[in-house]
């Protein structure tokens, strides 16, 4: 996909930093480019997907991730392994934020509760961007 999706950790309505491990976790198995000067990562998925991820992880701790030029399938997956891990939410531009679990609803700012939609796995983010 061509735009950008950004991920976020809120806490009573506010952004807050996330855990710099889940984001290791998640992704680093992946990683075969880095440019941490940049915050720079390139994923290569095992079924031959691909993704730019952009995340500063400082003293364990990064403030947001931006996810661009994704494929779909594994990739995906592997962004909903990291929102689980990380307790984070996807905020694609013109859909609904996608959340990790039904608990997370009522930390994010008002205006993004309602249309929330939980996502077990890459296919569930697939279908809600192809929805918009």
Same mark, same amino acid.
């Given at each position: ?5 950004? +991920?976020?950790?809120?806490? #009573?309505?506010? $952004?807050?930093p996330? =855990?710099?491990?889940?984001f290791?976790? $998640? ?6 480019r ?8 390139? @994923?290569? &998925? ?5 993704? !730019? +991820?952009? $995340? =500063? %992880? %400082?003293? !364990? ?5 931006? @996810?661009s030029?994704?494929?779909?399938? =594994?990739?995906?997956?592997?962004? +909903? ?5 990380a307790? /984070? +939410?996807?905020?694609? *531009? ?5 959340? =990790?679990?039904?608990?997370? #609803?009522?930390?994010? *700012?008002?205006?993004?509760? /309602?249309? &929330?939609?939980?996502?077990? $796995? ?11």
């Open positions: 996909m061509s735009y950008d999706m950004f +991920v976020q950790w809120f806490e #009573r309505g506010d $952004a807050a996330m =855990a710099g491990g889940a290791l976790a $998640a992704f680093e198995p992946r990683v075969d880095r440019e941490l000067q940049h915050g720079y990562w390139h @994923i290569s &998925a095992d079924d031959g997907g691909t993704a !730019d +991820v952009y $995340a =500063a %992880v %400082v003293d !364990d701790s990064l403030d947001s991730l931006m @996810i030029r994704f494929s779909v399938g =594994a990739v995906l997956d592997l962004l +909903v392994k990291f929102i689980g891990l307790d /984070a +939410v996807v905020l694609p *531009p013109g859909c609904p934020t996608l959340l =990790a679990h039904e608990g997370q #609803r009522h930390h994010l *700012p008002g205006e993004l509760r /309602a249309e &929330a939609v939980v996502v077990q $796995a890459g296919a569930d983010v697939e279908r809600v961007l192809q929805s918009c």
